[in-house]
């Protein structure tokens, strides 16, 4: 097997696996990324191109990186209450602390007496 198709192989099973991962114990959603993994690869199946052969490989790659990065699932333990699953690929943010003074000073903003946009664009 030629090495391109080798690359080409590997890119599909390994989005194949990362989506058994991603999407672990949610059939809808398995289905759904099983049928649109092999709708794509088929739809490029004749390309001869090399370079866009790589290229298609590589945004495999890149899909398969972003699946693992940033899906997660979460599942209802009671209402309002959610327990998401998180993986050591899950990309995570620090919080920002939540600020009360931003909000009282953007409500003082408000109560200020400035003209409307609307006026000046009139007056223009």
């Known amino acids: 097997m ?32 099983r049928v649109k993994i092999n709708e794509e690869y088929s739809k490029t ?34 209402p309002g209450v959610y327990m998401a699953k998180i993986t050591k690929d899950t990309i995570k943010f620090d919080n920002k602390p939540f600020v009360t003074s931003a909000v009282e000073e953007k409500q003082k903003d408000k109560n200020t007496n400035r003209p409307c946009c609307q006026n000046e664009a009139g007056n223009k």
């Open 2 to 33: 030629s090495n391109l198709k080798q690359l080409v192989l590997n890119s599909f099973k390994k989005l194949h696996r990362t989506s058994q991962t991603v999407f672990a114990g949610d059939e809808k959603a398995l289905i759904a990324a």
């Open 45 to 78: 199946k004749l390309i001869k191109d090399e370079e866009a052969i790589k290229a298609m490989v590589k945004l495999g790659e890149d899909v398969a990186k972003e699946l693992k990065a940033q899906v997660i699932q979460t599942k209802k333990i009671r």
